[in-house]
Each structure stands twice: as structure tokens, then as C-alpha cells.
Nanobody
Framework: QVQLAEFGGTSVQTGGSLRLSCVTSGYSVSNKCMGWFRQAPGKEREAVAISDQVSGPKYLDTVKGRFAITRDSSKEILYLQMTRLQPEDTAVYTC??????????????????WGQGTQVTVSS
């Protein structure tokens, strides 16, 4: 049984940094497509960062240069390092995983497994 659990969400001030962790069980992060999504109140879920093992990481335009997605295959953990946080980054952040490669399909419906999400709140 595959389980994903996010950690690290909290409240920070504008300009601060956070690292989110997605701990997996029953799942190998090696050679699989994984990503971080977020959903703010009243908005649709959007892909923030995708770890595409074939074509490289993909980022939402508004987080490029500020966020970095990495994975530790030895610990089976996916990370999202977030810097220079802005109030518009406030959302529930959720990690997701596929059973195989990304195949350039990065929409939420393309992912097979989801965590419960962790709240990130950025105050001005």
C-alpha cells in the first residue's frame, strides 16, 4: 500500500524559507514521476514543481528561481525547498506520485497517489 505524508508546512513571514518533505512508504521514489501541487482557497490545484527523471525538473513560472524540488532515493523522500516566500504562495501543498515516468503529463489527473497536504501560510 502506497502512502505519502507531507511535513514541514507552517506559517512564515514574507521573504522566509521552508522545506517541505514528502515521506513515502510502499513506494520507491527512484525513476518515478513525483511532484508538488498546491491549492489556495477558491483556486484550482496547480502543479508547483515536478521531478521528471527524464527531462528534468519543471516549475510553475511564478516559483522559478525560488523553489527547488529534489529527492533522496536512499530515504524515499521528496523535498520542496522554498525560498523568498510571498503571500501568494499561501496554500495547501500536496505531494503526488505516479507509478512510472512522467511522460510529459503533469496534470493532477495524471498522478496516481496523493498525500493529505500540509498548510503553508505566508504573512506580509
Amino acid at each position: 500500500q502506497v502512502q505519502l505524508a507531507e511535513f514541514g508546512g507552517t506559517s512564515v513571514q514574507t521573504g522566509g524559507s521552508l522545506r517541505l518533505s514528502c515521506v513515502t512508504s510502499g513506494y520507491s521514489v527512484s525513476n518515478k514521476c513525483m511532484g508538488w501541487f498546491r491549492q489556495a482557497p477558491g483556486k484550482e490545484r496547480e502543479a508547483v514543481a515536478i521531478s521528471d527523471q527524464v527531462s528534468g525538473p519543471k516549475y510553475l513560472d511564478t516559483v522559478k528561481g525560488r523553489f527547488a524540488i529534489t529527492r533522496d532515493s536512499s530515504k524515499e523522500i521528496l523535498y520542496l525547498q522554498m525560498t523568498r516566500l510571498q503571500p501568494e504562495d499561501t496554500a495547501v501543498y500536496t505531494c503526488a506520485a505516479k507509478t512510472s515516468y512522467c511522460g510529459r503529463a503533469y496534470s493532477p489527473q495524471d498522478f496516481d497517489y496523493w498525500g493529505q497536504g500540509t498548510q503553508v501560510t505566508v504573512s506580509s
